[in-house]
Protein backbone atom coordinates (compact mmCIF):
# COMPACT_ATOMS: atom_id res chain seq x y z
CA UNK A 1 0.00 0.00 0.00
CA UNK A 2 1.45 3.43 -1.10
CA UNK A 3 1.60 6.31 1.55
CA UNK A 4 1.62 8.63 -0.94
CA UNK A 5 -0.70 9.44 -3.94
CA UNK A 6 -3.25 11.22 -5.55
CA UNK A 7 -7.25 11.25 -4.40
CA UNK A 8 -10.02 11.62 -6.20
CA UNK A 9 -13.41 12.68 -4.14
CA UNK A 10 -16.38 11.18 -4.61
CA UNK A 11 -18.41 14.90 -4.07
CA UNK A 12 -16.40 17.07 -6.13
CA UNK A 13 -18.80 19.98 -5.15
CA UNK A 14 -17.23 19.90 -1.75
CA UNK A 15 -13.75 20.27 -3.42
CA UNK A 16 -12.46 23.84 -3.33
CA UNK A 17 -10.01 24.19 -5.68
CA UNK A 18 -8.39 21.58 -7.93
CA UNK A 19 -9.54 18.47 -7.41
CA UNK A 20 -7.12 17.06 -9.94
CA UNK A 21 -4.09 18.12 -8.07
CA UNK A 22 -5.22 16.89 -4.65
CA UNK A 23 -2.24 14.39 -3.08
CA UNK A 24 -2.27 12.53 0.17
CA UNK A 25 1.45 12.32 2.03
CA UNK A 26 0.35 9.95 4.53
CA UNK A 27 -2.02 7.40 5.36
CA UNK A 28 -3.83 9.74 8.00
CA UNK A 29 -3.82 12.50 5.35
CA UNK A 30 -5.74 10.07 3.03
CA UNK A 31 -8.14 8.99 5.90
CA UNK A 32 -8.76 12.72 6.72
CA UNK A 33 -9.50 13.29 2.65
CA UNK A 34 -12.23 10.46 2.73
CA UNK A 35 -14.10 11.63 6.26
CA UNK A 36 -14.69 15.27 4.72
CA UNK A 37 -15.26 13.94 1.39
CA UNK A 38 -18.07 11.63 3.13
CA UNK A 39 -19.18 13.70 5.95
CA UNK A 40 -22.37 15.56 5.10
CA UNK A 41 -21.36 18.35 7.82
CA UNK A 42 -18.51 19.45 5.71
CA UNK A 43 -19.97 21.97 3.02
CA UNK A 44 -16.22 22.82 1.81
CA UNK A 45 -12.96 21.05 2.13
CA UNK A 46 -8.87 21.97 0.10
CA UNK A 47 -5.90 20.11 0.51
CA UNK A 48 -2.64 22.44 0.29
CA UNK A 49 -4.66 25.12 -1.54
CA UNK A 50 -3.97 27.91 1.42
CA UNK A 51 -0.31 29.54 1.93
CA UNK A 52 0.56 31.15 4.94
CA UNK A 53 4.42 32.67 4.88
CA UNK A 54 6.45 32.60 7.16
CA UNK A 55 9.98 33.34 8.77
CA UNK A 56 12.11 30.60 9.70
CA UNK A 57 14.46 30.36 12.59
CA UNK A 58 16.87 28.07 11.13
CA UNK A 59 17.55 30.41 8.03
CA UNK A 60 16.34 33.11 8.81
CA UNK A 61 14.22 33.29 5.45
CA UNK A 62 10.64 33.97 4.58
CA UNK A 63 9.47 30.47 3.41
CA UNK A 64 5.53 29.11 2.12
CA UNK A 65 3.67 27.25 4.77
CA UNK A 66 0.87 24.90 2.39
CA UNK A 67 -1.76 24.23 5.18
CA UNK A 68 -2.68 20.66 4.88
CA UNK A 69 -6.76 21.21 5.07
CA UNK A 70 -9.10 23.95 4.92
CA UNK A 71 -12.55 23.32 6.24
CA UNK A 72 -15.88 24.75 5.94
CA UNK A 73 -18.77 23.23 7.66
CA UNK A 74 -22.49 23.89 6.87
CA UNK A 75 -22.40 25.47 10.54
CA UNK A 76 -20.31 28.34 9.40
CA UNK A 77 -17.25 26.90 11.38
CA UNK A 78 -13.89 27.43 8.99
CA UNK A 79 -10.53 25.81 10.14
CA UNK A 80 -7.35 25.60 9.09
CA UNK A 81 -5.76 21.92 9.98
CA UNK A 82 -2.13 20.09 10.12
CA UNK A 83 -1.72 16.56 10.29
CA UNK A 84 1.30 15.78 12.19
CA UNK A 85 2.66 12.60 14.10
CA UNK A 86 1.84 13.55 17.74
CA UNK A 87 5.57 12.83 18.23
CA UNK A 88 6.39 15.24 16.20
CA UNK A 89 3.93 18.29 17.92
CA UNK A 90 6.11 18.59 21.36
CA UNK A 91 9.96 19.45 21.21
CA UNK A 92 12.04 16.57 21.38
CA UNK A 93 13.72 15.38 24.40
CA UNK A 94 17.25 16.44 25.56
CA UNK A 95 19.22 13.28 25.83
CA UNK A 96 22.91 12.83 27.59
CA UNK A 97 24.33 14.16 24.42
CA UNK A 98 23.89 16.43 21.59
CA UNK A 99 23.20 13.54 19.01
CA UNK A 100 22.82 14.21 15.22
CA UNK A 101 19.18 13.01 15.61
CA UNK A 102 18.05 15.52 18.33
CA UNK A 103 20.11 18.55 16.61
CA UNK A 104 17.74 17.51 13.43
CA UNK A 105 14.85 17.00 15.46
CA UNK A 106 15.07 20.54 17.03
CA UNK A 107 15.76 22.28 14.27
CA UNK A 108 12.78 20.43 12.86
CA UNK A 109 10.19 21.55 15.69
CA UNK A 110 11.41 25.39 15.41
CA UNK A 111 10.47 25.09 11.87
CA UNK A 112 7.29 23.28 12.83
CA UNK A 113 6.62 25.87 15.49
CA UNK A 114 7.18 29.04 13.80
CA UNK A 115 5.09 27.77 10.94
CA UNK A 116 2.31 26.91 13.43
CA UNK A 117 2.44 30.49 15.24
CA UNK A 118 2.28 31.78 11.46
CA UNK A 119 -1.14 29.81 11.09
CA UNK A 120 -2.60 30.92 14.13
CA UNK A 121 -1.90 34.81 13.00
CA UNK A 122 -3.45 34.17 10.02
CA UNK A 123 -6.27 32.08 11.26
CA UNK A 124 -6.79 34.41 13.93
CA UNK A 125 -6.61 37.78 10.99
CA UNK A 126 -9.18 35.58 8.90
CA UNK A 127 -12.24 34.50 11.10
CA UNK A 128 -10.82 30.96 11.04
CA UNK A 129 -9.36 27.95 13.64
CA UNK A 130 -6.40 26.46 13.17
CA UNK A 131 -5.62 22.97 14.72
CA UNK A 132 -3.23 19.96 14.72
CA UNK A 133 -4.43 16.90 14.05
CA UNK A 134 -2.51 13.93 15.76
CA UNK A 135 -3.28 10.52 15.45
CA UNK A 136 -5.28 11.02 18.76
CA UNK A 137 -7.31 13.76 17.39
CA UNK A 138 -8.14 11.51 14.53
CA UNK A 139 -8.84 8.81 16.33
CA UNK A 140 -11.08 10.36 18.69
CA UNK A 141 -13.07 11.66 15.73
CA UNK A 142 -13.56 8.70 14.72
CA UNK A 143 -10.99 8.58 11.56
CA UNK A 144 -9.42 5.08 11.20
CA UNK A 145 -5.64 5.58 11.16
CA UNK A 146 -4.85 2.14 12.01
CA UNK A 147 -1.09 0.89 9.66
CA UNK A 148 -1.91 -1.45 7.31
CA UNK A 149 -1.62 -5.09 8.34
CA UNK A 150 1.19 -6.98 6.88
CA UNK A 151 0.11 -10.63 5.40
CA UNK A 152 1.63 -13.26 7.52
CA UNK A 153 4.04 -16.37 5.37
CA UNK A 154 2.13 -19.90 6.19
CA UNK A 155 4.45 -22.46 7.43
Given amino acids: MAYSGKFK ?5 KYKGDWRKIKFRSLWERACFRWLDANPRVKYWNSEEIIIPYMCPTDRKMHRYFMDLYIEFHSGDKYLIEVKPEAQTKPPAPGKRKTKRFITETLTYAKNDAK ?3 ATQFAKDNGLTFEIWTERTLRNMGIP ?7 RRKK
Avoid: E, Q
Fill in 9 to 13: PKNLH
Fill in 116 to 118: WRA
Fill in 145 to 151: VGTPKTK
